[in-house]
């Protein structure tokens, strides 16, 4: 089992989100769908930086917007991956836990598997 968590202040994203691309290169369409506000968007941005860390290898060998952070039909946060972020995880199952004021949002993210309670 591994753990990631990730900080960020909203006020640095809500400026990434006024340059052209940035959306697009982060997010994926389905979060597109639904992501509206500075907050939100800085707490996915948050998910995905945990999940890099409890996958083990920070964001690298895959892009940020194949790792999709969904919404149940309750509203808890989940991940959906695709492309090479899937492969990377592949027999790994994750926990998402987003949380966020004004001003700052964190994230954490738990990787377990087949072999839980060891080191991934």
Known sequence: MRVGTDVIDVGRVKKSLEIKGFMEKVYSPAELEFLKRPESFAGNFAAKEAFSKALGTGV???SLNEVSVLR??????YLELS?????????LSF?????HT??????????YGENDGKNI
């Open 95 to 99: 926990t998402v836990s987003i949380s």
């Open 60 to 62: 690298r060998g895959f």
């Open 72 to 77: 149940d039909s309750l509203g808890a946060p």
């Open 83 to 91: 492309g090479k972020a899937g492969e990377a995880a592949k027999g």
């Open 102 to 111: 004004k001003d700052t949002a964190v994230a954490v993210v738990i990787a």
